[in-house]
């Protein structure tokens, strides 16, 4: 993620930082999944966190600890509405990523593992989810797809 025009353009975008002062791409995932290991056939998203400072790679691998559970986000009974199921799921979104929001403006400061202690601003960089996650997310009606009214040509 660092080759990123993304990532470039961000940190241009902060006009004084200190000496070793970083943009932290916050990557975010979630998967819809069952719990069934004494819960019965409860259902939960996770929501997952990793930074854009590691490697793919590290990312990736179980052992690193790349990617992190933050939260089990609990579904909503059987029977609830569409529209609240959204307004949850949107609402406690908000409510996990509060606390960046502050780090993001001013941020804050990280003993690096060169022993060396740097201004970090966390940004969300992505979110990766599947198709029912991003309807969720964004509000679109799950199975609709908009039709693209322009020529091929």
């Not at 609830?80 to 949850?88: D, E, G, L, Q, S």
């Not at 799921?89 to 993001?104: I, K, N, V």
């Not at 198709?131 to 199975?143: A, H, L, M, P």
């Amino acid at each position: 993620i660092w080759t990123a025009d993304w990532w470039w353009k961000t940190q241009a975008s902060f006009p004084l930082l200190e000496n070793g002062s970083t943009v932290v791409p916050v990557i975010l995932g979630s998967d819809k999944t069952m719990l069934s290991t004494l819960s019965g056939d409860k259902s939960a998203w996770p929501v997952y966190l990793s930074i854009g400072n590691l490697s793919k790679a590290k990312r990736r691998s179980v052992k690193s600890n790349g990617l992190i559970l933050i939260v089990l986000l609990p579904r909503c009974p059987n029977g609830t509405k569409t529209h609240t199921i959204k307004i949850a799921y949107q609402e406690s979104m908000a409510t996990m990523l509060r606390p960046l929001e502050e780090p993001a403006k001013s941020g804050i400061k990280v003993l690096c593992t060169d022993s060396h202690t740097r201004h970090v601003y966390p940004r969300i960089a992505s979110f990766f989810a599947d198709y029912s996650e991003q309807c969720n997310i964004t509000g679109v009606k799950y199975g609709w797809y908009p039709r693209c009214e322009i020529d091929p040509d």
